[in-house]
C-alpha cells in the first residue's frame, strides 16, 4: 500500500516540478493523395466531359510532436495513416520530420519539409519500407498551411518497384 500512495504522490505532484518546454511545436494535417485523370477530356455515357487533370485517389491524416528555433527550423517526430485507393491500400508511416521555413511578409511564411523513416502495410503481410517525403507549403500567421507533398511509401506491393503518392492538403502547426 506504501508503494502505490508514493507511485500516486509523484505522478500527481512530479509534473509540477518539471521544466517547462518553450520551444515545441505541433502539427496536424489532412490530404488528399491525386492521380492522373486517365479520361480528361472524353465524354462519358451521358455527354458529361471529364474535366479535371488530377482525381482523389485516398486520404492521408498525420500527426507530430518536436521543438523548433524560432519556427525558422524544426525537428520532430510523427506518424499517421495513409489510404491509396487505386492501390487498395492502407500504411502506417513513423518518421523523423525536419522542417526550414522562410518568412516572406509580415504574416506568412513558406516552408521545406523533410521525412525518413519507416513505413507498415496493414492487412498485408510483410509490408515494411523506408519513407521518404518532402512538402512545400505557406503558412499563414495562424500556423494554417496549405501543400503539396511527394512521398515514397518503399513498399514493393503488385507489380510496382516501390509505391508512392503525390498529394495536396492542409495543416495546422501550433508553435
Known amino acids: 500500500m506504501r508503494k502505490i500512495k508514493i507511485l500516486l504522490l509523484i505522478i500527481i505532484v512530479g509534473p509540477s516540478y518539471s521544466q517547462e518546454i518553450k520551444n515545441r511545436y505541433y502539427q496536424a494535417e489532412i490530404a488528399s493523395p491525386l492521380i492522373i485523370n486517365s479520361n480528361y477530356g472524353e465524354f462519358d455515357a451521358l455527354g458529361n466531359r471529364s474535366d479535371y487533370w488530377f482525381l482523389p485517389d485516398g486520404l492521408s ?59 507498415i502495410g496493414l492487412g498485408r503481410g510483410n509490408l515494411i519500407g523506408d519513407y521518404k517525403k518532402i512538402n512545400f507549403g505557406v503558412e499563414n500567421e495562424d500556423g494554417l498551411s496549405i501543400y503539396i507533398q511527394v512521398a515514397n511509401f518503399g513498399i514493393p506491393y503488385k507489380n510496382l518497384n516501390s509505391v508512392g503518392s503525390f498529394s495536396i492538403g492542409i495543416a495546422l502547426t501550433t508553435f
Open 61 to 119: 491524416f498525420k500527426f507530430g510532436v518536436g521543438v523548433h528555433q524560432k519556427k525558422w527550423v524544426a525537428a520532430g517526430i510523427h506518424s499517421g495513416i495513409d489510404w491509396l485507393g487505386s492501390n487498395k491500400l492502407v500504411v502506417v508511416p513513423v518518421f523523423a520530420n525536419f522542417r526550414l521555413s522562410l518568412k516572406i511578409s509580415q504574416d506568412s511564411r513558406i516552408y521545406m519539409q523533410f521525412g525518413y523513416g519507416k513505413t
